[in-house]
């Protein structure tokens, strides 16, 4: 059974009608283009996992497979999600299903004064009693915001070493 059957209002998404979950987010000097580049490799390292398809096979995730190539355009798959706005280099929205929630992670990349802020917005609702304990068990003992953290991390490094100039990138690390 799908849960999110009826197409959103023109101009607005699904995710629109979640509730909040939580933010987090980050400030670095890369710009945005970068951090928008570090994006597909930093989503492929955390959903295009066998831990990831394997969690998503538990729950029952609609989306199970990874788009090849994933090219982060609306209609492409990660394990969990598809993309369903996709606004370069400004805004990512990616919404999943699964048996005990509908759910949708949101990324804002904004730049400013050589500064790009990146936030991260989850918004799902927990139906019934099943979905409220899963609430319980992923919400509730902080495993989701320190999974969005990690991939906040993720992201950060990503985009900041690609700042870096290639003679710096590759010396990192050497003595």
């Given at each position: 059974m799908?849960?999110?059957e009826d197409p959103p209002a023109p101009?607005?998404?699904?995710?629109d009608a979640l509730p909040l979950v939580d933010r987090h987010g980050f400030r670095t000097a890369a710009d945005a283009e970068k951090v928008w580049?570090?994006?597909?490799?930093?989503?492929l390292a955390s959903?295009?996992?066998r831990r990831a398809r394997w969690f998503a096979r538990v729950v029952g995730c609609s989306e199970r497979k990874?788009?090849?190539?994933?090219?982060?355009?609306?209609?492409?798959?990660?394990?969990?999600?598809?993309i369903v706005t996709a606004e370069r280099p400004a805004e990512l929205v990616l919404e999943g299903e699964h048996r005990f929630a509908r759910y949708a992670l949101i990324f804002r990349i904004a730049h400013r004064d050589g500064i790009t802020t990146v936030g991260a917005e989850t918004r799902a609702a927990f139906p019934n009693s099943p979905g409220?304990?899963?609430?319980?068990?992923?919400?509730?003992?902080?495993?989701?915001?320190r999974t969005v953290r990690r991939i906040l991390r993720g992201?950060?490094?990503?985009?900041?070493?690609a700042r870096q100039p290639a003679s710096?990138?590759?010396?990192?690390?050497?003595?």
């Open positions: 799908r849960m999110l101009g607005a998404t699904r995710a580049a570090a994006l597909a490799p930093t989503l959903f295009g996992t990874v788009s090849r190539p994933f090219l982060m355009r609306p209609g492409d798959r990660v394990t969990g999600f598809r409220r304990a899963y609430h319980g068990l992923v919400v509730g003992s902080g495993a989701h915001a992201l950060r490094q990503r985009a900041e070493l710096r990138r590759r010396s990192r690390g050497r003595s």
